[in-house]
């Protein structure tokens, strides 16, 4: 997997330092706007703006995810992951 440094911004939720992203899937791609990431520190689920800063998901973008059964589990399963990775202060 490949970090790509993105703009420095802070999780909306717990105010974590945000400056790299990775591909979950494996693959080499980069970040894009309107793609789902997820908070290393919290898990909170966000989605990239066109500077690629992390945002909250509006209220139909959300439905969208929702409705998406195989992507809500798929979430749900690097949530509970991140959970157990090591964090630093």
Known sequence: ?????????????????VSH??????????????QLTLCYFCGAVMIFDAGLK???LTQDELENVLADRKLVF???????TLRFMPKGN
């Not at 798929?74 to 509970?80: F, G, H, M, N, S």
């Open 1 to 17: 997997m490949t970090e790509t440094r993105i703009a420095e911004s802070r999780c909306p939720n717990c105010g974590w330092h």
């Open 21 to 34: 992203t990775t591909n979950v899937d494996g693959e080499d791609i980069a970040p894009e706007c309107g």
């Open 54 to 56: 992390p945002r909250w």
């Open 74 to 80: 798929k979430l749900a399963q690097l949530v509970e």
